[in-house]
């Protein structure tokens, strides 16, 4: 992903007012150059959690780099087969989603080491996350949940299929537990109604 985005200005209808804020805080927390995205937390808070959007799940972790916190949702979890999708409508999503102050994170590949994240993207991609920033971890992924709930008509339809295949058995992720604990959660809130299934947090 390069660091030069284009139409970064660009700005959607109810945009929040601290979007320009909050992207350029998470720009100098998780820089990105020549194709990659590097995010070196000091720990992570949360090992993980679930929340849902349009009945889908979707994982999400929380990180602290310094004072600031740092949620990421797994838009697209990670797939062995790469998913095609136009570079043009990549670009217009990472728009959208700057302009809700949100950072999108695309990628062909990437790696973990503790809470070193290093993510690669220069093709079709394998996985695809957005992240917001907080003073805390609660405040970064109240945040998160409303701006992707604001922009989840813009995701890319490629994406949005991606997920609902990885969920359908018809995309293998590359991390098989990923996938279990999605499975897990989808059916336990499909037993108990479409109520469940739009609560936003659960672990």
């Known amino acids: 992903m390069s660091a030069a985005i284009p139409n970064k200005a660009a700005r959607l209808p109810g945009t929040v007012p601290r979007a320009a804020t909050d992207v350029n805080a998470l720009e100098r927390l998780v820089p990105s150059d020549n194709g990659l995205t590097v995010f070196d937390a000091d720990t992570q808070e949360t090992s993980y959690g679930i929340c849902f959007f349009d009945g889908l799940p979707y994982i999400?972790?929380?990180?602290?780099?310094?004072?600031?916190?740092?949620?990421?949702?797994?838009?697209?979890?990670?797939?062995?087969?790469?998913?095609p999708i136009a570079r043009y409508s990549v670009e217009r999503f990472r728009r959208d989603a700057r302009a809700n102050g949100l950072l999108p994170i695309p990628y062909t590949a990437c790696f973990f080491k503790g809470n070193l994240h290093v993510y690669a993207f220069s093709g079709p991609v394998r996985g695809f996350d957005l992240a917001t920033v907080g003073s805390t971890a609660g405040e970064s992924e109240q945040a998160l949940f409303e701006r992707v709930d604001r922009l989840k008509s813009r995701v890319p339809g490629e994406i949005v299929r991606a997920q609902e295949e990885l969920l359908a058995g018809k995309q293998h992720p590359r991390h098989s537990s990923d996938l279990r604990v999605l499975k897990r959660r989808l059916k336990e809130a499909e037993k108990q109604g479409p109520a469940n299934r739009g609560q936003r947090r659960t672990l």
Do not use: M, N, Q, S
């Open 60 to 83: 999400f972790d929380t990180h602290r780099k310094g004072t600031r916190y740092v949620a990421t949702i797994e838009l697209l979890t990670e797939v062995v087969e790469p998913v």
